[in-house]
């Protein structure tokens, strides 16, 4: 007689290499059609060693994928002429910043000066306005596809991969019937990706240590775009065990998601660089994501891709359906 321990596991663990690998095949597609690899400038002006060791996996990623790759480290008083420079240089095809700089407003303003057309991380304004408004082109022939922030873009195709997403819904709709909580409400993620899932068809509770937001397209999706309702009173018991996703990027050690409000078989992705979620996550969830970062730099990878393609007007091809199944993103 088989014993408990005998038993299969019920959840399966899936790594960010796994899903970057499936990601690559598109974008190494995309690069047969371009007459040169395109050269990415990343800048870094501070001494914070997680901006250092992201700048060191963007450049492995690039030399092992085929683009070009250059690091220039600048004082940060000095920073604003060099995008500016950077943004004329017709031999640059993207440009990526190492935030935090200033750690202030100095740092938004920094975002904006970089040319659009050369903003890989999706932060210049009209790339901002368009994801939150749920506009997902930059032409009205629907050809040159809007660039999205990476980390944010990271787990929407964690989730295709997951099959998450609902490739017999149309386009845009196809996480329609999913309910999705996400522990982190920041600028940089957590805000914008409660957005785009929203956008996407899902009910989305947000959460921070200030309470519960609700991001919606309303009943039936009717709605073009997403709305934002204050949820009074609730917090993470009240919304998890609604939710057949949750996603998690608390920063800091002290956070530990509450495992025992978790539905069975929900979706669990951890994006913080601790680990948010206690090893019994795998006795209730069906699939564990631990990690993205890999995903993350595949994606900025294929931003910088998109926005070449754009510039020169090809239409970007979606990987095999096996590899992406929710469709073009």
């Not at 060191?56 to 030399?63: E, L």
């Not at 309910?179 to 989305?204: F, H, M, Q, W, Y």
């Amino acid at each position: 007689m088989a014993t408990q321990a005998d038993a299969p596991a019920s959840c399966k663990v899936v790594l960010a290499a796994t899903v970057a690998k499936s990601l690559l095949a598109e974008i190494n597609e995309g690069l047969q059609h371009l007459d040169k690899p395109p050269l990415l400038v990343g800048f870094l002006a501070n001494g914070d060693p997680a901006a250092r060791m992201y700048a060191d996996w963007t450049a492995r990623t690039c030399k092992e994928n085929g683009f070009g790759f250059e690091l220039r480290e600048v004082d940060r008083e000095d920073l604003e002429q060099h995008i500016l420079a950077a943004n004329h240089d017709d031999a640059v095809d993207g440009i990526i910043v190492y935030y935090p700089i200033f750690n202030n407003r100095q740092d938004q303003y920094l975002q904006q000066i970089t040319d659009v057309s050369k903003d890989v991380e999706g932060l210049s304004h009209r790339y901002i306005f368009n994801m939150y408004q749920n506009i997902r082109f930059l032409d009205e022939d629907m050809l040159q596809k809007s660039i999205l922030p990476c980390t944010p873009l990271a787990v929407v195709k964690i989730l295709e991969y997951l099959r998450v997403y609902n490739t017999i819904l149309p386009y845009g709709n196809r996480l329609f019937g999913h309910s999705i909580t996400i522990v982190n409400r920041s600028e940089v993620v957590g805000r914008p990706l409660a957005a785009l899932l929203a956008n996407d068809g899902a009910c989305v509770y947000s959460v921070d240590v200030t309470g519960v937001q609700q991001f919606t397209r309303g009943e039936g999706i009717k709605n073009r775009r997403h709305e934002v309702i204050e949820k009074n009173g609730w917090v993470l018991k009240d919304c998890v065990p609604l939710s057949d996703v949750v996603i998690s990027g608390v920063p800091g050690n002290k956070f530990k998601f509450p495992t025992h409000l978790l539905r069975d078989g929900a979706v669990c992705i951890n994006f913080s660089s601790e680990k948010n979620f206690s090893p019994d996550v795998k006795e209730k969830a069906s699939i564990y994501v631990p990690a993205i970062g890999k995903v993350t730099i595949v994606v900025l990878l294929r931003n910088l891709l998109r926005i070449v393609q754009n510039r020169k007007g090809i239409s970007p091809k979606p990987a095999a359906p096996a590899n992406t199944p929710g469709g073009v993103v």
